[in-house]
């Protein structure tokens, strides 16, 4: 019988050299990748049957691959692997078409257990935020804030979530420093966030990075 077959999306390579050890004994290990975008083109090219992926990712982040995965229709199970503890995440997560959420602080004890869950139907969300998870989930997205951004806005916090500088963003995007800390001043303010935590929380929540 052949082994399921996992794809890992996560941009910090140590960790994700672990998680193949962790994994490797159990599953089939098709591919790690350390970005968004290139998740969704291995993903097509590799078909695996699970998905762990990080939240927080360059070029484009977990959610926003997720979208376009379950948008083109992937058959893989998701399971968001992820240092964020925070109900709202984990309920957006399973808006997104994930059928797990597990803390990277408990992945040696979950992940295995969890592969196999998710690969006979059920939704996993670890104990410390499930229950949170679960009331977050059922008030929908209805009550979320919105805010359009233009497509600088778009470019600067796709950057802010990589974790560049605003000197990093300004030099990056050709414009000045004012220039980038003035456009986050107004996400943030837009927002109705008062730290850089806050304002990629709520990007990564809502979306908003995505084209």
Known sequence: MSRPRILLADDHTMFAQGLRSLLEDEFELVGT??????????????DPDVIVVDISMPVLNGFDA??????????????FLTM??????????LRCGASGYVLKQSAGEELISVIGKVLAGHEYVTPLVATESAKGQS?????????????????VLQLIIEGYTMRGIASRLGISTRT????????????GVEST???????????????
């Open 33 to 46: 990748v350390a970005d968004g975008q290139a998740l969704v083109e291995a993903a097509h090219e590799l």
């Open 66 to 79: 997720v979208r376009q995965l379950k948008k083109e229709g992937t058959q893989a199970k998701i399971i």
């Open 84 to 93: 964020h503890a925070d109900a709202s995440l984990a309920a957006e997560a």
């Open 139 to 155: 008030k929908g997205s209805d009550q979320t804030q919105q805010l359009r951004l233009t497509p600088r806005q778009r470019e």
């Open 180 to 191: 980038a800390e003035s456009h986050k001043y107004e996400m943030m303010q837009g927002l």
């Open 197 to 211: 935590a806050e304002l990629i929380q709520y990007a990564i929540k809502l979306g908003l990075t995505s084209t």
